[in-house]
């Protein structure tokens, strides 16, 4: 374009500047330069054509116009992805489902979400730090991954029981010592293993139960790991 009266050359014609392009002929003013579109950006002087405005990447996105560099591509945040081209929107930037986080910036797609670990669980879209996946409780386990709700969380069976958090296996659920024995599900110290009453012995370990001392014999010890 060219605002000049009476020019003699070519170079009174202005170049359209970086994020814009004219298609016009014989234009008179820098307003017949189109911006670019949100979600895209051109380093090209003089451009005729919107062609030449590319498309923000993947994992990014572009709510301005006018875009003269692919830096002006803003990164999509942690904890969540996208896998538009030319995104205009911070919307386009989809979050990491429960039991999921990603740390990174710019992910294009959800392979990027992280899998809370097992032992572990968490109900949060969009998380951003392996922190937000919360620990199982004592007397639990977890043995897979990306779990959402601490429902997910196993109890260690009767006769044993568990004092660790954020345990990935039933491996972690110790035995009741002879002489003991556990109804309860989910026991979180060894004081939910109880001794034996008088007049019954355990003589197996993880026991639920005691066995009573047969006819013609008592016992009047507690916890007695024989008849």
Sequence with gaps: YSSSLGATTSQAC?????GKYSGSTGASSSSTCALCGAGKFSSSVGAVSA??????????????????????CVLCGAGKHSSA????SVE?????G???????YGNTNDTFCVLCSSGKYSGASGASSSSTCAECAAGKYLESAGSTAPSACQPCGAGTFSTALGAASSATCSQCEVGKYST???????????????????SNISSTMCDVCVAGKFSNAIGAVSG
């Design 14 to 18: 202005m170049s359209c500047g970086e």
């Design 51 to 72: 062609a030449t405005c590319l498309d923000c990447g993947m994992g990014t996105y572009a709510a301005s116009e006018g875009n003269h560099d692919r830096s002006m």
């Design 85 to 88: 081209l030319g995104a205009s």
């Design 92 to 96: 386009t930037c989809l979050a990491c």
């Design 98 to 104: 429960p039991g999921k986080f990603a740390e990174s």
């Design 184 to 202: 309860t599900e989910g026991g979180e110290s060894s004081s939910s293993c109880q001794r034996c009453e008088a007049g019954k012995y355990g």
